[in-house]
């Protein structure tokens, strides 16, 4: 029996590390904009190179299984040597990948992620495959059988899947973790509701829970617990808002808690996000109160942003515990022992 069934996207991804990129910031009084910047017509010199697994479902399931659930991924590639890489990787972790669906029209997805000197990055994505996943593709009697499913992100003809997929799980008492993407973004607060009456755990970042309950920003406290007020009342139990350096917050809807970021040298912050929310389920499933979970999560996210790679950093639950003794939270970050991507 697995722990928890991952749904959702599954990428190659191809990092490159421009350090003569130059960031560029248009400020306006509601909001800062910034663009990575490279020169119109110039040849550049690639610093380095590196190919990973990704897609926001896929870095979950490896996070999940890097923390010692039993994981079944599912997603869609193409017949081509770059799924078959997916795939393999997947593997490694000791995932799940039976239940992939493998397309003769269509390529593998694919994200080459542009990275600057502060370690924040702007991403290309083809999705290709991914955005192809049909409702009579999936595996639906296994879905009805685990006690936890993940909904990522879904665009393209596989987002109906993420109203679909949330009201099954519903239906069969399957807790759900959900991290909308930016289709279900722009679907807006009325049409995506009905998803969230049935979510155990919702995990966003800042601006996505702004965008989603489309509250005013920049009132402070109170613009914030309006969000939270507003996801509980939709029937979310959880609530995770994450905010970068600035830390994250999260909700029962009893009580709400600030955590302040670890402190790091970030390389890139790809995966951040989805290395926070692994820790951070994985210690709900395993019965930790919500201040435990949202410092696991943060940890492992500082610890992911420690090189190139959504996966290459991911913690396990002994070291991420071990981490939580020995570290305060805004203190620094342990750093790992090798700057070079960590074995499954």
């Known amino acids: 029996m697995f722990d928890i069934a991952v749904v959702g996207t599954a990428t190659e991804d191809v990092f490159v590390r421009v350090p003569e990129a130059r960031i560029i910031e248009l400020r306006h009084p509601d909001e800062t904009c910034?663009?990575?910047?490279?020169?119109?017509?110039?040849?550049?010199?690639?610093?380095?190179?590196?190919f990973s697994v990704g897609g926001g479902s896929t870095n979950m399931a490896a996070g999940l299984a890097r923390m010692g659930l039993k994981t079944v991924a599912v997603a869609k590639i193409g017949q081509d040597d770059e799924g078959s890489r997916v795939l393999s990787r997947l593997q490694?972790?000791?995932?799940?990948?039976?239940?992939?669906?493998?397309?003769?029209?269509?390529?593998?997805?694919?994200s080459v992620i542009l990275t600057g000197f502060t370690g924040d990055r702007t991403i290309l994505t083809y999705r290709g495959a991914s955005?192809?996943?049909?409702?009579?593709?999936?595996?639906?009697?296994?879905?009805?059988?685990?006690p936890w499913m993940f909904v990522g992100s879904m665009s393209g003809a596989s987002a109906p899947l993420f109203l679909r997929l949330a009201e099954f799980a519903g239906e069969h008492g399957v807790n759900l973790a959900l991290n909308p993407g930016s289709h279900q973004l722009r679907m807006g607060w009325k049409a995506l509701r009905p998803a969230l009456a049935h979510?155990?755990?919702?995990?966003?970042?800042?601006?996505?829970?702004?965008?989603?309950?489309?509250?005013?920003?920049?009132?402070?406290?109170?613009?914030?617990?309006?969000?939270?007020?507003?996801?509980?009342?939709a029937g979310c139990r959880y609530v995770f808002v994450t905010?970068?350096?600035d830390g994250a917050e999260a909700s029962d809807g009893s009580r709400r808690y600030i955590l302040p970021?670890?402190?790091?040298?970030?390389?890139?912050?790809?995966?951040?996000g989805d290395a926070f929310a692994a820790a951070a389920l994985?210690?709900?499933?395993?019965?930790?109160?919500l201040l435990r979970a949202m410092r696991l999560g943060a940890l492992n996210a500082a610890s992911v942003v420690q090189s190139l790679g959504a996966t290459e950093g991911l913690l396990t639950w002994e070291t991420v515990n071990e981490w939580d003794r020995r570290t305060?939270?805004?203190?620094?970050?342990?750093?790992?022992?090798?700057?070079?991507?960590e074995a499954p």
């Open 34 to 50: 910034a663009y990575l910047a490279l020169e119109y017509g110039a040849k550049m010199t690639v610093e380095s190179l590196f």
């Open 261 to 272: 970021a670890y402190r790091t040298c970030p390389v890139s912050t790809v995966g951040a």
């Open 328 to 341: 305060e939270p805004g203190g620094s970050c342990p750093q790992r022992r090798s700057a070079a991507p």
């Open 282 to 289: 994985t210690a709900l499933i395993k019965g930790a109160d």
């Open 92 to 110: 490694a972790f000791g995932i799940d990948t039976s239940h992939f669906v493998r397309s003769a029209e269509h390529f593998t997805g694919l």
């Open 243 to 245: 905010a970068g350096k």
């Open 199 to 233: 979510c155990t755990a919702l995990f966003l970042n800042k601006q996505e829970a702004y965008q989603l309950t489309g509250v005013a920003p920049h009132r402070g406290e109170q613009d914030e617990q309006e969000m939270f007020d507003l996801l509980h009342s």
């Open 131 to 146: 955005a192809e996943l049909r409702e009579e593709e999936l595996p639906w009697e296994l879905l009805a059988k685990v």
